[in-house]
């Protein structure tokens, strides 16, 4: 422990006094600290499910192409071109020679191919499985050379064959399939992007170092990418003015101000990101079976206050299962009305009252109340759950909050094991509403965490992805956003603005919905960035 933690000061003392430094011209050199509020549980692509753990595998590996900002364009990565059949049903790639494992085995299409099976082996239990439905096989045309066959057409097919990082066949075959999850790869994976891993110390930091072997050279430029493990948002930002550490994500409201008014050297960028944030309910608990009940809930709770204290207005209230980045987003959607008035006579018409005089409804003995579970650290997430305990208050429902650290969190969400949670969701570049409401997406199939079940809502989802005229698909995800929001699942609350702070020594940054982080690689150290 003592030698894990001199390597830390010394990797953050490498970032404060970097050697690699330019005045406006990119040069190779240099470290960058980012704060992290809870520590990855893997970096196994197919199991891993925070952005952290996420952005950190973007750095690793590589997909065959890259997606643009637009959500429609792509450029080639793995695959250095790609082309249609004349039928559209298959889809050929022409894989780059030159691309290598950190092993130093050459990535091949026997590499796409073995990846595709894992992704549909539900041994495996790849929680986007529902993304490769579709094809039907991934053939091996030669070591270079992988087709992809599509069972139907449907506007998503470029984009459903490119989702997902490829992984090294020689490493994982031999791995069993059901115990995927738990294999050291996790821990120690082999990939072929711009960074490698190299030292990985539970709770503290991950290291990240340059691969000298990546196929788009010069790049990366800098040498090091460590992310700081701190499990408290206030001690990040401290760390993040202290220059301890270089970029902290989801900057609280408290911290802006301070920042832009007494610490010039820090950055701060704000785009509209592609997070969710809404409390689910765990639709097997009976207090919220109905959707009578679901939206007095919703009606109970100020959102548009919540968003102006909470995110200092810089959110925009959640109207909708979709995405408003996404071409199918409804804008005619608005978002249910703050009405307790109207919440308390729903209550009484659905047989709860105050029968003891305690404050709290109840109905055949029992009590209106339940958990709300968070994070530790998230001091966002822990506002969240005590702004919405106080509207329920008021409407006569107890709210017991409780938090628990990330891993033990997950689980529980995933087990079922919870009345109702605040979660935060970075949703998919493709119009798509199954991964969250489909029925047969409940984990560990999905991410269904509500275990939301609507036979109409299922039939919708899978006729607009079959649909490849956009205006008639366009008609079924806004009927489908449609009974979802009216059944409400969730309390949807905020579609929060991102807002980072950077120090402003790091040139070439060029965040975009996609995240922060997409073209580090690209990020050099400069004295004056041009």
Known sequence: MFIASVLLVLLLAAAACDSGRTRGKPAAGGTVVIGLLSDPKTLNPLVAASIESRNIIDLLFLKLLDEQSDFVSFEPELAKHWEFSADSLSLTFV???????????????????????????????????????????????????????????????????????????????????????????????????????????????????????????????????????????????????????????????????????????????????????????????????????????????????????????MARASDSPMHPILWAHDPSMTAIPFDPEKARAVFARNGWADSDGDGVLDKNGKRFEFEMISNQGNQLRADVVTMTQEYLRRVGVKVTPRTFEWNTFTQRITQGNFDSCVMGWKTATRADLTDLWRSSSSPPHGYNISRYRNAAVDSLIDLAKNTLDVPAAGRLWYECQRIIYDDQPVLFLAVPYEVVGLRSRYCAVEPNAIGFFVNLPEWYVGEKCP
Not at 132 to 151: L, M, N, P, W, Y
Not at 239 to 258: G, H, M, R, V, Y
């Open 95 to 313: 894989l780059r020679d030159d691309v290598a494992w950190t092993d130093g085995v050459p990535v091949t299409a026997a590499d796409v191919r073995f990846t595709w099976e894992l992704e549909m082996d539900t041994l495996v239990a790849w929680p986007t499985r529902s993304v490769k439905e579709r094809i039907a096989d991934v053939e091996v045309i030669d070591d270079r050379t992988v087709r992809f066959r599509f069972r139907n057409r449907y506007p998503y097919q470029l984009m459903d064959a490119n989702d997902g990082v490829i992984l090294p066949k020689h490493i994982l075959e031999n791995v069993p399939r059901d115990r995927f999850g738990a294999s050291d790869f996790g821990r120690r994976p082999t990939g072929n992007g711009p960074f490698k891993l190299a030292r990985w110390e539970s709770e503290q930091f991950i290291e990240l170092e340059r691969n000298p072997g990546y196929c788009e050279r010069p790049l990366p430029r800098l040498d090091r990418v460590v992310f700081r493990i701190v499990p408290d948002m206030t001690t990040l930002v401290t760390q993040l003015k202290s220059s301890e550490i270089d970029c902290l994500e989801s900057l609280p409201l408290e911290a802006l101000s301070d920042i832009k008014a007494n610490h010039p050297e820090i950055r701060i960028y704000t785009y509209m990101s592609r997070q969710r944030v809404f409390v689910a309910w765990n639709l097997d608990n009976p207090l919220f079976v109905t959707s009578d009940i679901r939206r007095a809930l919703a009606m109970a709770v100020n959102t548009d206050e919540m968003i102006r204290t909470l995110w200092g207005g």
